[in-house]
């Protein structure tokens, strides 16, 4: 079982609706939770984070994490063309202060 | 704003070279990472340091070294290129915030290898 799993996509959305994007993780004591961004031919970054149960939101962007159900989400309200992209899920597993376990993303595209 | 460079955005090299991929931070970064990024796969860590002259090894560090003789900057060695690293390198730091319990790491742009 991988430690983090995403749906691969791809996750087509019209313009101005909702894209979720989920995302499990296996190892029952993980803390942290982050959402990066990646376009096409570009290096990660980061959008939002997490590490409490329930709804974290920045701007058009909520995150929501299930501890018990070992699970994270990503919603994007609005969806705008501009948030076509990749989206990796990524935990810190128990007792490791520095490696990020990476899910293999889910490809979001946002029809005009 | 973090500024994390790599020496190239592209690279094609021989089997049998040895390949040389620099990373740099500007942000005084402890920690510094090397990830392979393959279709399907996801981000695999190679290594990753969280001091000067101290490195760990991730998932993946087989064919691969590394080499940190300052905190700004951090390199991945492959002894011996083969086909089977033809991949996008990514280098990343960060500074552990552990009043925030979050850890945000910082990527450069990506280094794509292709060895022939």
């Not at chain 1, 190892?27 to 970054?45: A, I, N």
């Not at chain 2, 090299?13 to 510094?32: A, S």
Request: net charge neutral; charged share 25%; glycine share 8%.
């Amino acid at each position: 079982q991988k430690e983090v799993e995403q749906n691969s996509g791809p996750l087509s959305v019209p313009e101005g609706a909702i894209a979720s994007l989920n995302c499990t993780y296996s190892d029952r004591g993980s803390q942290s939770f982050f959402w990066y961004r990646q376009y096409s031919g570009k290096s990660p970054e980061l959008i939002m984070f997490i590490y409490s149960n329930g709804d974290k939101e920045d701007g058009r962007f909520t995150a929501q994490l299930n501890k018990a159900s070992q699970y994270v989400s990503l919603l994007i309200r609005d969806s705008q063309p501009s948030d076509s992209a990749t989206y990796l899920c990524a935990v810190i597993p128990w007792g490791n202060d520095y490696k990020l376990s990476f899910g293999a993303g889910t490809t979001v595209t946002v029809r005009a | 704003d973090v500024k994390v460079t790599q020496s190239s955005r592209y690279l094609v090299k021989r089997t049998g070279e040895k390949v040389f991929l620099e990373c740099v931070q500007d942000m005084d970064h402890e920690n510094m990472f090397w990830y392979r990024q393959d279709p399907g796969l996801g981000l695999r860590l190679i290594y990753f340091s969280y001091d000067v002259k101290m490195k760990e090894k991730g998932d993946i560090p087989e064919g691969y070294s590394v080499s940190r003789e300052k905190k700004e900057r951090f390199s991945l060695i492959l002894e011996s290129a083969s086909t089977n690293q033809t991949s996008m390198y990514l280098c990343a730091s960060s500074l552990l915030q552990r009043d925030r319990g979050a850890y945000e790491q910082y990527f450069g742009p990506g280094t794509r290898l292709t060895v022939t």
